[in-house]
């Protein structure tokens, strides 16, 4: 108990300097503990969160695992405590047999970021194997003629432990003719010789034995011994002897099997079969006897199987010569195995974080790997290298750890995938070389919006079109991947004619079709221009406008309208145009006047004479519609004529409409008034009085006539007016402008004006042979008269030329002055007097003003009807 107590007490104070020793190291970037061999499993080895000076959510979080570098895993690291523990029981001596430290290397791996921590714990030796020999007793022949002095190897005793704990000292049993002689070799390990200090006498003493015992120094002692038996031979005096007493030699690890690695020689000075000699292996290992084979006659030494320098660089063996007389010497056989470059690098890949999202930072850890080369020198050191052509670069982290960081932004719309070869070559002559291949994928990131592949769109639709008729098909690609290249489309928010956009056309989500969603007017609208937006399925989502123009394309849905003549529902007038009788060919007697809503091609109208009841009397402009005389009319030609004209557009197919003229040929308006009269009684239902239509044009001339006695009711009222103003202002004021009063116009002027012009009026149904006279005698006090070579420039013809009546409207515009200060002195102003507009038949001229200034404005229109009988009386 006391022993077994002082064992764990020992085992404590190694495993508080194993602690110590970590945290040091710990703080130099690197774990290192020690433990003791024999811990039972879940022994505790060491705080790795501590020491690395991680929280353990944080160790949890970042998904910390250990790596054994061996075959066998030997920790786990306990990421609730963050504690390493043993997972196994060690042995030392098994794992690491005559190796003074034993040292079994972890590396632990984080994610997130990605790093790596190299650790080791060493193996502590204890004191738990004692010395042993390989056999309980072994049989040692010696001639009783053998000088003092002679030298015998005896068999060494083996202790797996180290250092104080391991093989110490040997002692032997005390005898009057041996002693024992120890001795250390080159290698520091003492063997034991039993030398020979009295002679021998066979007949006195045939057989000695001797236990030799091997002790270490380990806490407790610890000791083995084995029994000598020691037989004394009769005769052959000599023992064969060896020429060296070492053998040393250098042979390649690769050296083939089967070949001689040296020949030891030795000689005896007997004869006869005294001085055959036999060669051996004495008492080597047994895993040396199975690498090497001694021909016992020869004594050469032959390779039976493979050297590996990595697992045995130097082999210790000695070699026996025996002759038949039982006599026997020893010699040493030192082989050294010279390493070759015959591993090759090995690359373990620990750890690859893949995918790789593209917006990584540039040095983000992406793979670990270590190489391993089992050869020594120059032929274990190992160069890693990748290629440049990637966005990589290489790093070596410790001792032969590498990490492969980004050098450079990465962009998966350009390359989704990188195949990284990673090279690993040696020092040796000829280079052995390996590699490895990392797949790493680069993970998409919303980066990209969607892009059309127009820069604007448009579309031309057809009027009328049916609702949900397909417009065009706008489409937008994302160079990203997955979800975030999933491309929706929407209508961006917009009003048409105050309506939601929405309402007229809508955008498939998924394909991007464009409908419209109601039957469309070109004469309502022409044209719609509108937005759609592109939005992809990333987060946060990325999107691109487009604008698209949809032009509404007219079609012949519209046939003309007829604006004049009237429908002939409209009035009992409507549609009544009078032609003079001696009308000559080509004098215009109407127009017709038409509009299409539609347009282009389609708006283009032409005239046409349908029907006619003289075909020959009259003819229509194609293109402007004018009702004109084809020839003069003739005595025999019916006074009421009715003509259909056809209007008719350039659509396909052509629509059309048709206008009906009633055109009276008379002379005077007696005639006229009695032609329209016939016509209406004839027109009348056969139960209406006959006297309708005189009723209705007496009315007419009535209101007319009303109208104009309340004119001139207004002109007098004005002159009363007037004459007010000018008895308030001074007497010299009218002539202060220093121009002759005969030059404006008054009231009496504008009464003589009208008197005058309603006499002297003379208008033909030919409008552009109609001209207007004022006659001098009779507005002489009014209006200054023109000289006689300017009658070319009048409006209208001399009275000579004057054959036919005519319908006329004019505008008269009198303008009176206000009264007004100038400088301290009044004056009043002038008033003036304009025909505005001149409407003869179809024709409107423009007048200029007789005389102008600003005041009150007074405007009559007047339609007056002028026979030409009274026009020359006048």
């Known amino acids: 108990m006391c022993a077994a107590g002082r064992r764990w007490g020992r085992r404590q104070r190694a495993l508080l300097w194993a602690v110590l020793l970590a945290a040091w190291e710990a703080a130099r970037g690197q774990l290192r503990y020690s433990v003791p061999e024999e811990m039972p499993k879940g022994s505790f080895v060491g705080d790795v969160a501590k020491d690395l000076g991680l929280q353990l959510p944080?160790?949890?979080?970042?998904?910390?695992?250990?790596?054994?570098?061996?075959?066998?895993?030997?920790?786990?690291?306990?990421?609730?405590?963050?504690?390493?523990?043993?997972?196994?029981?060690?042995?030392?001596?098994?794992?690491?047999?005559?190796?003074?430290?034993?040292?079994?290397?972890?590396?632990?791996?984080?994610?997130?970021?990605?790093?790596?921590?190299?650790?080791e714990v060493e193996i502590l030796d204890i004191n738990d194997n004692p010395p042993s020999f390989p056999e309980r007793r072994s049989v040692l022949e010696i001639s009783e003629n053998t000088a003092p002095g002679a030298r015998f190897p005896l068999e060494r005793a083996h202790d797996p432990d180290i250092g104080v704990n391991s093989l110490q000292n040997y002692k032997c049993s005390e005898s009057s003719y041996f002693t024992l002689d120890v001795?250390?070799?080159?290698?520091?390990?003492?063997?034991?010789?039993?030398?020979?200090?009295?002679?021998?006498?066979?007949?006195?003493?045939?057989?000695?034995?001797?236990?030799?015992?091997?002790?270490?120094?380990?806490?407790?002692?610890?000791?083995?011994?084995?029994?000598?038996?020691?037989?004394?031979?009769?005769?052959?005096?000599?023992?064969?002897?060896?020429?060296?007493?070492?053998?040393?030699?250098?042979v390649r690890e690769d050296v083939v099997v089967g070949s001689r690695v040296l020949q030891v020689t030795a000689t005896d000075r007997d004869e006869g079969p005294n001085a055959e000699v036999k060669y051996s292996f004495f008492k080597i290992p047994e895993k040396f006897d199975k690498t090497f084979k001694m021909d016992p006659e020869s004594g050469e030494i032959v390779i039976i199987?493979?050297?590996?320098?990595?697992?045995?660089?130097?082999?210790?063996?000695?070699?026996?010569?025996?002759?038949?007389?039982?006599?026997?010497?020893?010699?040493?056989?030192?082989?050294?195995?010279?390493?070759?470059?015959?591993?090759?690098?090995?690359?373990?890949?620990?750890?690859?974080?893949?995918?790789?999202?593209?917006?990584?930072?540039?040095?983000?850890?992406i793979a670990i790997f270590?190489?391993?080369?089992?050869?020594?020198?120059?032929?274990?050191?190992?160069?890693?290298?990748?290629?440049?052509?990637?966005?990589?670069?290489?790093?070596?982290?410790?001792?032969?750890?590498?990490?492969?960081?980004?050098?450079?932004?990465?962009?998966?719309?350009?390359?989704?995938?990188?195949?990284?070869?990673?090279?690993?070559?040696?020092?040796?002559?000829?280079?052995l070389q390996s590699s490895a291949v990392l797949a790493l994928r680069v993970l998409d990131v919303n980066d990209n919006a969607p892009v059309f592949l127009e820069e604007r769109y448009s579309a031309r639709l057809a009027e009328n079109n049916a609702a949900g008729a397909l417009v065009l098909t706008v489409r937008a690609t994302d160079a990203d991947w997955g979800q975030n290249?999933?491309?929706?489309?929407?209508?961006?928010?917009?009003?048409?004619?105050?309506?939601?956009?929405?309402?007229?056309?809508?955008?498939?989500?998924?394909?991007?079709?464009?409908?419209?969603?109601?039957?469309?007017?070109?004469?309502?609208?022409?044209?719609?221009?509108?937005?759609?937006?592109?939005?992809?399925?990333?987060?946060?989502?990325?999107?691109?406008?487009?604008?698209?123009?949809?032009?509404?394309?007219?079609?012949?849905?519209?046939?003309?309208?007829?604006?004049?003549?009237?429908?002939?529902?409209?009035?009992?007038?409507?549609?009544?145009?009078?032609?003079?009788?001696?009308?000559?060919?080509?004098?215009?007697?109407?127009?017709?006047?038409?509009?299409?809503?539609d347009a282009g091609q389609n708006a283009w109208l032409s005239y046409e004479l349908a029907k006619a009841t003289e075909p020959g009397l009259f003819r229509v402009g194609p293109h402007s519609g004018e009702v004109r005389t084809a020839r003069s009319p003739l005595a025999r030609d019916a006074a009421r004529h009715s003509l259909v004209v056809l209007v008719?557009?350039?659509?396909?197919?052509?629509?059309?409409?048709?206008?009906?003229?009633?055109?009276?040929?008379?002379?005077?308006?007696?005639?006229?008034?009695?032609?329209?009269?016939s016509a209406a009684h004839e027109a009348a239902a056969p139960g209406e009085p006959a006297a309708s239509l005189t009723r209705w044009l007496v009315l007419a001339v009535a209101a007319v006539?009303?109208?104009?006695?309340?004119?001139?009711?207004?002109?007098?009222?004005?002159?009363?007016?007037?004459?007010?103003?000018?008895?308030?202002?001074?007497?010299?004021?009218?002539?202060?402008?220093?121009?002759?009063?005969?030059?404006?116009?008054?009231?009496?002027?504008?009464?003589?004006?009208?008197?005058?012009?309603?006499?002297?009026?003379?208008?033909?149904?030919?409008?552009?042979?109609?001209?207007?006279?004022?006659?001098?005698?009779?507005?002489?006090?009014?209006?200054?008269?023109?000289?006689?070579?300017?009658?070319?420039?009048?409006l209208v013809?001399?009275?000579?030329?004057?054959?036919?009546?005519?319908?006329?409207?004019?505008?008269?515009?009198?303008?009176?002055?206000?009264?007004?200060?100038?400088?301290?002195?009044g004056h009043t102003e002038r008033p003036t007097l304009e025909i505005s507009k001149l409407t003869v038949g179809a024709e409107t001229k423009i007048l200029p003003p007789i005389c102008e200034d600003n005041g009150d404005d007074l405007s009559l229109r007047r339609l007056v009807s002028v026979s030409n009988s009274e026009s020359r009386n006048s």
């Open 58 to 119: 944080e160790l949890k979080d970042r998904e910390a695992h250990v790596f054994d570098t061996g075959k066998t895993r030997y920790f786990f690291l306990d990421l609730q405590s963050g504690h390493l523990s043993m997972m196994e029981q060690v042995d030392r001596e098994e794992i690491c047999a005559a190796v003074a430290k034993c040292v079994l290397n972890f590396e632990i791996l984080v994610k997130r970021p990605m790093n790596i921590y190299k650790g």
């Open 485 to 597: 290249a999933r491309v929706r489309y929407r209508l961006a928010e917009g009003r048409v004619r105050g309506a939601p956009l929405s309402s007229y056309v809508s955008v498939q989500a998924e394909t991007g079709a464009l409908y419209a969603l109601r039957s469309l007017d070109y004469e309502q609208l022409r044209e719609l221009q509108l937005c759609v937006r592109a939005e992809d399925g990333g987060a946060p989502a990325l999107s691109s406008n487009v604008s698209v123009r949809l032009q509404i394309v007219d079609e012949n849905d519209n046939a003309p309208q007829v604006l004049y003549p009237p429908a002939a529902a409209a009035a009992a007038w409507s549609g009544v145009e009078l032609a003079p009788r001696r009308s000559e060919a080509g004098a215009l007697v109407a127009k017709v006047v038409a509009v299409d809503a």
């Open 705 to 794: 006539s009303c109208l104009f006695v309340a004119f001139l009711l207004l002109l007098l009222a004005l002159r009363l007016r007037r004459c007010h103003r000018q008895q308030l202002l001074p007497p010299d004021s009218g002539a202060s402008r220093g121009v002759p009063v005969s030059h404006f116009v008054g009231i009496d002027g504008v009464r003589a004006f009208l008197q005058s012009y309603a006499h002297d009026v003379s208008l033909t149904a030919d409008s552009r042979k109609s001209h207007l006279r004022f006659s001098a005698a009779s507005c002489c006090d009014t209006l200054p008269a023109r000289a006689p070579d300017e009658a070319s420039g009048d």
């Open 797 to 825: 013809p001399s009275g000579d030329q004057v054959t036919e009546s005519a319908v006329f409207q004019y505008s008269i515009h009198v303008a009176f002055p206000s009264r007004r200060r100038h400088g301290g002195s």
């Open 648 to 677: 008719r557009d350039h659509g396909r197919p052509a629509l059309s409409a048709t206008a009906t003229l009633s055109v009276v040929l008379a002379e005077s308006v007696a005639e006229l008034l009695a032609e329209l009269g």
């Open 183 to 250: 001795k250390t070799g080159d290698d520091g390990v003492k063997f034991p010789e039993l030398l020979l200090v009295k002679s021998l006498d066979r007949e006195e003493k045939a057989v000695h034995n001797l236990i030799l015992t091997a002790t270490d120094n380990g806490s407790p002692v610890k000791s083995g011994s084995t029994t000598i038996e020691i037989i004394v031979l009769d005769g052959n005096d000599n023992a064969p002897e060896f020429t060296q007493s070492v053998y040393k030699v250098t």
């Open 305 to 365: 199987e493979n050297l590996n320098f990595e697992e045995h660089e130097f082999y210790e063996l000695v070699v026996q010569a025996r002759d038949a007389g039982g006599l026997s010497s020893h010699s040493k056989v030192l082989i050294k195995v010279v390493d070759v470059n015959n591993y090759v690098p090995e690359i373990v890949v620990m750890s690859v974080f893949t995918p790789v999202p593209e917006d990584t930072p540039v040095g983000t850890v």
């Open 370 to 431: 270590s190489v391993q080369d089992r050869d020594s020198g120059a032929n274990g050191e190992v160069q890693c290298s990748i290629s440049d052509s990637h966005p990589f670069r290489l790093e070596k982290s410790f001792d032969n750890y590498y990490r492969v960081l980004t050098a450079e932004l990465l962009d998966r719309e350009q390359v989704s995938e990188y195949n990284v070869t990673v090279r690993a070559a040696d020092g040796g002559s000829p280079s």
